[in-house]
């Protein structure tokens, strides 16, 4: 029987982060069409019974599924690789990683980081030549595999829930969704919050999780920075104690006026896509976020919210002053995310791999 086996090297289960987040929707879309496995770092609870297995990265069941498999599906990652001649490969490149790792280790890395930044260069190298099919996250990001030999789809990121109303009364409540990576600026945001309420707007900024849910990647390093933006900020800066169950998430933005995404000028920002938009998307909270990048250009398009230059405070704070005084420019914003909320449903943005696997199935050969 003609199966399918998506990959990740990320944790799948009651709390999640991007790579997690998208793999568990494109096991779930791919299972209404083909038998599907999904291999991963289980950790707690599933968000919701899925129609789909589940299985450990490195079980004795992961293994003989990956071997099985007629199609893998996943990101270039120790581990997934093409088991056998006749598997068709496709290779999910939506996480610029090289651009990240870049400006996670600085312009001195160390001999071990160095190591590991060669390794993932190798395993993107690997990916573009040896897939069958590649996806990109944006039309920007084409630019980064043009030397791909494989075709390339484009699938962004998605949403669930679409048409649920929006709440008609909300708090104050800027909210951070991500982590507070080396490449954006969380900074920023505390002084615009901060200089926001001193113009006699009350509000508070709120850091939906600390450490990603992976906790074989935490690092301390995050933890203390982000401790030492809570006291700079004090009294108007506050962040949940765990990273915020996947099931949850929604239910902060709802409670929110503003989801806030900042960043600095970097190529990673130029190239990535910020996963925290669809779910404001979702929840349908305007949005402020820094020039360059995928989200900038949406949020400016359709009307979403306020885009601000970089690492400039004074215009994020008149972002929130805006988004919180002006009624009518706060209200066409919810009605903007409401109407685009179709187009980023999961099975609406995953219907290029869909059907792509439905024609190997038809023409299984190689």
């Avoid at 897939?131 to 075709?151: C, F, M, N, S, W």
């Avoid at 002084?191 to 113009?199: C, G, L, M």
């Avoid at 401790?227 to 933005?253: E, K």
Wanted: with cysteine; net charge positive.
């Amino acid at each position: 029987m003609f199966g399918v086996a998506v990959h990740t090297p990320d944790v799948v289960g009651e709390r999640m982060a991007g790579p997690g987040i998208r793999a568990w929707h494109f096991a779930g879309e791919l299972a209404k069409h083909f038998p599907t496995i999904l291999i991963c770092k289980r950790e707690g609870k599933l968000p919701s019974a899925p129609a789909f297995r589940v299985a450990a990265r490195g079980s004795a069941e992961a293994l003989v599924a990956m071997k099985s498999a007629d199609v893998l599906v996943g990101q270039p990652a120790r581990g997934f690789r093409r088991q056998r001649r006749t598997q068709h490969i496709v290779y999910d490149l939506f996480d610029p990683v090289l651009l990240e790792l870049r400006e996670m280790y600085g312009r001195h890395p160390s001999m071990r980081q160095r190591v590991h930044l060669r390794a993932e260069r190798w395993r993107v190298e690997k990916a573009m030549d040896e897939g069958d099919l590649l996806i990109v996250a944006t039309e920007k990001q084409r630019a980064l595999y043009e030397k791909a030999k494989g075709p390339l789809i484009e699938i962004p990121f998605g949403i669930e829930d679409v048409g649920v109303a929006a709440p008609a009364k909300r708090e104050n409540i800027i909210l951070w969704g991500g982590g507070t990576w080396e490449w954006l600026d969380p900074a920023t945001a505390v002084e615009a919050v901060t200089a926001a309420n001193r113009r006699g707007i009350d509000c508070r900024l709120l850091f939906l999780g600390r450490s990603r849910p992976n906790r074989h990647a935490v690092d301390r390093r995050r933890e203390d920075r982000l401790d030492a933006l809570i006291a700079g900020g004090a009294p108007f800066v506050s962040a949940n104690d765990s990273w915020t169950p996947y099931r949850d998430r929604l239910t902060w933005l709802r409670r929110s006026k503003v989801a806030i995404m900042l960043h600095r000028p970097t190529a990673e920002a130029a190239y990535s896509i910020r996963t925290r938009l669809f779910d404001a998307i979702a929840a349908a909270v305007p949005v402020i976020t820094t020039e360059q990048g995928f989200a900038a250009e949406l949020v400016a398009a359709e009307g979403l919210g306020v885009v601000v230059p970089s690492s400039d405070a004074a215009a994020v704070a008149d972002g929130i002053v805006r988004l919180i005084r002006d009624d009518g420019f706060y209200a066409a914003c919810v009605s903007n995310l409401v109407r685009i909320q179709p187009r980023f449903a999961w099975d609406v943005v995953t219907r290029p791999l869909i059907e792509a696997v439905k024609q190997w199935q038809r023409r299984p050969e190689r």
